[in-house]
């Protein structure tokens, strides 16, 4: 066994990278290192009991040359027996779909190609070609764009469904091992390209690091992965933060108690703050650090009604409360849904049940999604809806009407809540302020015969 096969079978043990039984898919392009990957798996295969095939997709983006690519990796394939799957897509073509960089578009494409394989059965797992050297530059490529540390640790041996058992590996390794065993592979021009900034750092930057000292890539990789462990450690005390000072609200809007988020140090508070956008919004993809910075700058001033906002998220200050909120979802309902006896569906999965019921021995809180009423004071024709101009309410114990508009502000609803909370209403007259209030003309009163119990059940 080369040096080269017992650095990544140690590395595929430590993580834990493939099991017993697996089916490993190598994703090749024909380069060096996928058709170095597929050569040592193979020959691993036995020793670590699993399967190895290959998925090749050809992008289209260098014309006859990638055509050439698949066959040279079909036809290398064949000579050795192993199961390949290929799939052709136009790369170019999808450019209109709202991105402009190629290469992530290409990415884009080519990982979707991989989950169809592994959802059809034909994979446990997809092995990719990066190693040390990818991920040094991937390093450098975050550091000069501002990441934070979680964007410094580097590539993972293992995320999801994809394994890199060649971290461990640097370039010239696999350049070596490539020329002693004979390996043929292609060249991908597209690498030589300088215009592509990660092509420059591996051209340019990365050269001169290596001038000055020749362990650079290693250095920066040993780095890269002490950070990655002081990261997890932090966000597991980030996340333990974010779920005791994150309070209940409308929807799906993240709320944070700035007065408990105050308590904590600037570097969690950062991380909650974005744990509180990825909760929002799923996923962190374009939110910036400069992001982060004017989100909390926002939370430690604390004025209620001041804002900020990004093309995906809006972010707003209200009654001692950061709320975060994703921008598609923000689009006020004025749908209605006429309600009856039984259960009354919504379209997100959601119902309101109305049933008979005995007089209650205890009753819930006010802000309970189940409340029992005078059945007889339930009029007929009343729907689900949300607030509308000229919507008044009895408060619960009180005598008389208000504005629906005043006691939201009395009560100190957030202001972003108040055209999605869900209503119960008779013409203008709102009955039940779901999970708010109660109104006082439902009440259940002393002469009271007929008890009916409202439950509502949110959806998705």
């Known amino acids: 066994m080369s040096d080269l096969e017992a650095k990544v079978l140690k590395t595929i043990k430590e993580f ?9 898919a190598v994703g090749v392009s024909g380069g060096a290192d996928s058709m170095v990957l597929l050569s040592v798996l193979g020959k691993l295969s036995e020793e670590l ?3 190895v095939k290959a998925l090749h997709f050809e992008h289209g983006i260098r014309g006859a040359e990638s055509e050439e690519d698949l066959l040279f990796v079909e036809s290398f394939c064949k000579e ?13 073509d999808h450019m209109n779909e709202g991105k402009t960089n190629l290469e992530e578009v290409a990415r884009d494409r080519r ?4 989950e169809r394989c592994i959802k059809k059965g034909f994979a446990d797992k997809i092995a990719v070609a990066h190693h040390m050297s990818d991920s040094a530059e991937t390093t450098l490529f975050n550091m000069i764009r501002g990441a934070g540390v979680s964007g410094l640790g580097g590539m993972k041996y293992l995320s999801g469904p994809y394994i890199r058992p060649l971290l461990d590996v640097s370039r010239k390794e696999i ?3 490539a020329k002693e065993q004979g390996i043929p592979y292609r060249h991908d021009s597209t690498n030589d390209d300088l215009s592509l900034a990660r092509n420059r750092i591996r051209a340019h930057i990365i050269r001169e690091l290596e001038s000055i000292n020749e362990g650079a890539v290693n250095n920066i990789f040993r780095t890269s992965k002490i950070l990655e462990e002081e990261d997890a450690y932090l966000d597991g005390i980030a996340e333990g933060a974010f779920n005791s000072i994150q309070v209940s609200g409308a929807g799906n809007d993240v709320r944070i108690e700035i007065g408990k988020l105050r308590t904590y140090e600037p570097v969690i508070r950062k991380r909650i703050i974005r744990k509180g956008i990825m909760t929002a919004i799923g996923k962190l993809k374009d939110i910036t650090q400069n992001d982060v910075e004017r989100i909390l700058k926002l939370a430690m001033e604390e004025k209620t009604g001041k804002r900020y906002s990004t093309s995906r998220m809006d972010v707003a200050i209200s009654y001692g409360l950061l709320i975060i909120r994703n921008k598609k979802a923000t689009i006020k309902d004025t749908s209605f849904y006429p309600v009856d006896k039984g259960n009354n569906p919504l379209p997100n999965g959601a119902f309101l049940r109305i049933e008979e019921e005995e007089k ?5 809180e006010k802000t309970s999604l189940i409340q029992y009423i005078d059945g007889d004071a339930l009029p007929e ?6 607030r509308r101009e000229g919507d008044v309410f009895a408060p619960f114990g009180v005598k008389g009407h208000k504005k629906l508009k005043d006691w939201f502000i009395d009560s100190k609803v957030d202001r972003e809540d108040r055209d999605r909370i869900l209503l119960l209403a008779k013409d203008d007259v709102i009955l039940w302020i779901i ?3 109660l109104s006082d003309l439902l009440r259940i009163r002393i002469d009271t015969k007929n008890v009916l119990k409202l439950t509502y059940e949110e959806g998705l």
């Open 111 to 114: 990982y979707a190609f991989f």
């Open 16 to 24: 834990g990278l493939i099991e017993k039984g697996d089916i490993i």
């Open 435 to 437: 999970g708010k209030s």
């Open 80 to 92: 050795r027996g192993i199961s390949i799957t290929t799939e052709h897509g136009n790369v170019p």
């Open 360 to 364: 209650p021995l205890a009753f819930p």
């Open 381 to 386: 024709g009343c729907v689900l809806r949300t």
């Open 49 to 51: 009991e699993c399967q």
């Open 175 to 177: 350049e070596e091992y």
